[in-house]
């Protein structure tokens, strides 16, 4: 990679004579060489980054902010989920507290109404 930056330079150098200083030439061929080399740098940059927050990153942990409200310039409310437990947390420039600890949430089934019986039913 570091080859293909190079090039221009060095056939630069190689073709001027050495006792006398020559200022480059930018040629169409030399812009194209170098937008390409510049494309390959920027492409490799943003392949790894997918492939770091892919592979190498944590995802899915123990801690999720479930949401969070903005109190003032530095001071927020958050609510965070850590192992099934809601906790309600106050954030400030200074401290993080905890306000308060929501129970674990029981699992909710939705249960069949009672069937009717004839003495439940509305008269007409």
């Known amino acids: 990679m570091a080859l293909l930056l190079a090039l221009p330079a060095l056939t630069l150098a190689v073709g001027g004579d050495p006792g006398r200083a020559e200022t480059p030439v930018v040629s169409g061929g030399m812009l194209t060489q170098l937008t390409l080399g510049l494309v390959v740098v920027l492409a490799a940059a943003v392949g790894l980054s997918w492939l770091l927050r892919r592979h190498v990153l944590p995802r899915g942990g123990a801690i999720r902010v479930i949401g ?50 004839a003495d439940d039913r509305p008269q007409p």
């Open 68 to 117: 969070g409200l903005p109190l003032g310039s530095r001071e927020r409310l958050l609510l965070v989920e850590v192992d099934e437990v809601r906790l309600l947390i106050g954030v400030t420039s200074q401290q993080i507290q905890t306000l308060h600890v929501f129970p674990p949430a029981l699992p909710f089934t939705l249960a069949p109404p009672p069937p009717e019986s």
